[in-house]
């Protein structure tokens, strides 16, 4: 059985950071089945790893890509989450966060999820962002949302959502 969602997420990535990947988005039938294992009802952690495998498969260590999970933790909130951060010759082009399945029925973990984006991305922005432009993924397990930030002339942008029917 082929997983559609990470279909769906590489064609994400594809559409939004084509300028970022030489290669065609190839991943292994093993990252195709981790995310199959993964319970949709589980926690945001058990995601890390497909995630981790698929980001290590699409930005490999050939092309200079550095890909570093953080802990991250936000103002006013006991919660927190890992952010893979997706980097080429020490400049940040890419950034992932995960939140579960279950809570993206929740109004206010995807207002949330939002917010943790744009807090994100002016983290990046404080620094020294000499890439023309920063793209974000906000996921809810394996459904998710594409931001881009241009630090020249534009606010954070939310570009593709990808929401697949085959849950």
Do not use: W
Request: proline share 5%; net charge negative.
């Amino acid at each position: 059985m082929h997983y559609e969602n990470v279909d769906c997420i590489s064609k994400g990535l594809q559409l939004c950071c084509s300028n970022l990947l030489s290669s065609n988005m190839p991943y292994s039938s093993g990252v195709n089945k981790q995310f199959e294992i993964v319970d949709l009802l589980s926690e945001e952690s058990d995601f890390y790893g497909p995630f981790n495998s698929l980001l290590f498969e699409l930005f490999p260590t050939t092309e200079h890509y550095h890909i570093s999970p953080q802990f991250k933790r936000f103002d006013g909130s006991l919660d927190f989450t890992i952010q893979f951060i997706i980097s080429r010759r020490r400049v940040p082009v890419f950034f992932v966060e995960i939140k579960s399945y279950r809570s993206l029925k929740e109004l206010s973990a995807r207002a949330s999820a939002d917010k943790q984006m744009r807090e994100g991305f002016r983290e990046f922005a404080s620094g020294n962002i000499s890439t023309p432009t920063l793209y974000g993924l906000s996921a809810f397990g394996p459904q998710f949302s594409v931001y881009t930030y241009d630090p020249a002339s534009s606010p954070v942008k939310s570009l593709v959502t990808c929401n697949t029917s085959t849950m």
